[in-house]
């Protein structure tokens, strides 16, 4: 009896470290997640450079040449 009480501690002891290091890992992956970038696409129809800006903005300077462009929509 004292054996098995012994046996079956190790054993909970051990899946609830595994669970830990699961919950710990997944965690992790999940803060160091790329996130999704809000910015809108533009690109310049004079000189087709294509560059991001905030997305509350309808038009945005071109940084190459100035122009003033709309932001690509999908
Ligand atoms: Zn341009």
Partial sequence: MQVEAIM???LLLTLGGVTLLALY???RQRR??????EDS??????????YT???DVD????????RM???IRF
């Fill in 8 to 10: 079956l501690l190790y």
């Fill in 25 to 27: 890992t997944a965690h």
């Fill in 32 to 37: 160091f997640a790329p996130t999704q970038s």
């Fill in 41 to 50: 696409i533009f690109r310049c129809v004079d000189c087709g450079a294509v």
């Fill in 53 to 55: 800006d905030d997305a």
């Fill in 59 to 66: 038009l945005s300077r071109c940084p190459q040449c100035g």
């Fill in 69 to 71: 462009n709309d932001p």
